[in-house]
T-cell receptor
Framework: DAKTTQPPSMDCAEGRAANLPCNHS???????VYWYRQIHSQGPQYIIH???NNETNEMASLIITEDRKSSTLILPHATLRDTAVYYC????????????FGQGTTLQVKP | DGGITQSPKYLFRKEGQNVTLSCEQN?????MYWYRQDPGQGLRLIYY???????QKGDIAEGYSVSREKKESFPLTVTSAQKNPTAFYLC???????????FGNGTRLTVT
């Protein structure tokens, strides 16, 4: 199964864009990249996912490199409520529904 | 509102006792999952079920059991065989395919 690597922590100024990187160099051609975030003692919240094209929704944008070995989650205007642990996940092939979570990036948005 | 309900939010048990964690969803999702999270770590898959009356072991199934008698419900039993049961337990559900998982708000189990 493909694994992901994320920096353990990042800071961002309130109102600025937060760019969270993720490496997934062993990703297979039919595996999607998912992003979730988790605020302490709550369940993870789905943010966005993509296969190879860039994606945007009301929460964030997802930029996937052409070789699909890495991606970046962009929160365009970070707020204090965006402080959370962000998980980049590659969904394994075979459609078992399993998501393999890594350690995540703790994003601290500062005023 | 549609969603996933886990109860209770906090649960305390004595060592050697079995305990069952509840997970109910009204999203009409076929698939349901149980994860365990330890402090400062990511989620690890315990069991998952893609349809009623069928389930598969995840990466850390030892010491746990599940049932899926109804589409809406996927209870998890933490047995006395689980060596380190104290953890945060999360239930999730999804439709089939590559649709995202929806998570409940978890049950924090403490065994002493």
């Amino acid at each position: 199964d493909a694994k992901t690597t994320q920096p353990p922590s990042m800071d961002c100024a309130e109102g600025r864009a937060a760019n969270l990187p993720c490496n997934h160099s062993t990703i297979s051609g039919n595996e999607y990249v998912y992003w979730y975030r988790q605020i302490h003692s709550q369940g993870p919240q789905y943010i966005i996912h993509g296969l190879k094209n860039n994606e945007t929704n009301e929460m964030a944008s997802l930029i996937i490199t052409e070789d699909r070995k890495s991606s970046t989650l962009i929160l365009p205007h970070a707020t204090l409520r965006d402080t959370a642990v962000y998980y980049c996940i590659v969904r394994p092939s075979g459609n078992t529904g399993k998501l393999i979570f890594g350690q995540g990036t703790t994003l601290q948005v500062k005023p | 509102d549609g969603g996933i309900t886990q109860s209770p939010k906090y649960l305390f048990r004595k060592e050697g006792q079995n305990v069952t964690l509840s997970c109910e969803q009204n999203l009409n999702h076929d698939a349901m999952y149980w994860y365990r999270q330890d402090p400062g770590q990511g989620l690890r898959l315990i069991y998952y079920s893609q349809i009623v009356n069928d389930f598969q072991k995840g990466d850390i199934a030892e010491g746990y059991s599940v049932s899926r008698e109804k589409k809406e419900s996927f209870p998890l039993t933490v047995t006395s065989a689980q060596k380190n049961p104290t953890a945060f337990y999360l239930c999730a559900s999804s439709t089939t395919g590559t649709s995202p998982l929806h998570f409940g708000n978890g049950t924090r189990l403490t065994v002493t």
